[in-house]
């Protein structure tokens, strides 16, 4: 009940087109999803993030669909680049006595071919 | 301003050391959080900390570890006696008061020959 299922495990894109990493979860009390971009030898970085009340949310090349019916959601990268290759985690939490802590997915390594 | 910091970036143990790994949040956050990141897996939760209440501990795999946190602001996690699984990268995330998102910082690898 407590995991998040990421996939694909790999995913390999030409420049400029779209990349798609779904995400799903069993536990409905999940109220915020985060997805995070690690570059290697870095820590992770957030990068877009969404509450469940809404359905997509876009910042600049990056979308979350969110599909509360399902279970499930998915980071969408337009216009794929090779800086963006990178692993990317999808994340669930809920408030839990206050604590916020993440359940990641078990990431998704992203190449962008030039 | 100052992300999350972490010391030291590199640790080579041998198995049945006690290891400190340290984490420096970023100024004013009142949630400290530990994740253990093995070789192809996802970030496992291990203890978080806020303000003075008691911490978190659900997510530590044995007694071996622990953490505490000093003066609301610096957190040490201790390994005892580390054994072989233990190798991993070790990541301290911050957030500010009721805030969801965390902040991560660079981690601190662990090999534990």
């Known amino acids: 009940q407590q995991q998040v299922k990421q996939s694909p495990q790999s995913l390999i894109v030409q420049k400029g087109g779209i990349s798609i990493i779904n995400c799903a979860y069993e536990?409905?009390?999940?109220?915020?999803f985060p997805w995070y971009q690690q570059f290697p030898g870095k820590g992770p970085a957030l990068l877009i993030a969404?509450?469940?009340?809404?359905s997509e949310k876009k910042e600049g090349r990056f979308t979350i669909s969110f599909n509360k019916s399902a279970k499930q959601f998915s980071l969408h990268i337009m216009d794929s680049q090779p800086g963006d290759s990178a692993t990317y985690f999808c994340?669930?939490?809920?408030?839990?006595?206050?604590?916020?802590?993440?359940?990641f997915g078990t990431g998704t390594r992203l190449k962008v071919l030039a | 301003g100052a992300g999350v910091s972490q010391s030291p970036s590199n640790k080579v143990t041998e198995k049945g050391k006690d290891v400190e790994l340290r984490c420096d949040p970023i100024?004013?956050?009142?949630?400290l959080y530990w994740y253990r990141q093995s070789l192809g897996q996802g970030l496992e939760f291990l203890i978080y900390?806020?303000?003075?209440?008691?911490?978190?501990k659900s997510g530590l795999p044995s007694d071996r570890f622990s953490a505490e946190r000093t003066g609301g602001s610096v957190s040490t996690l201790t390994i005892q006696r580390t054994q072989q699984e233990d190798s991993a990268v070790y990541l301290c995330?911050?957030?500010?008061?009721?805030?969801?998102?965390?902040?991560f910082g660079p981690g601190t690898r662990l090999t534990v020959t």
């Open positions: 995330a911050s957030s500010s008061v009721g805030g969801r998102e965390q902040y």
């Open positions: 536990n409905t009390a999940f109220d915020y």
């Open positions: 969404i509450r469940p009340d809404v």
């Open positions: 994340a669930a939490s809920m408030s839990t006595s206050g604590t916020y802590k993440y359940i």
């Open positions: 100024s004013g956050h009142t949630a």
């Open positions: 900390f806020q303000g003075n209440s008691a911490p978190d």
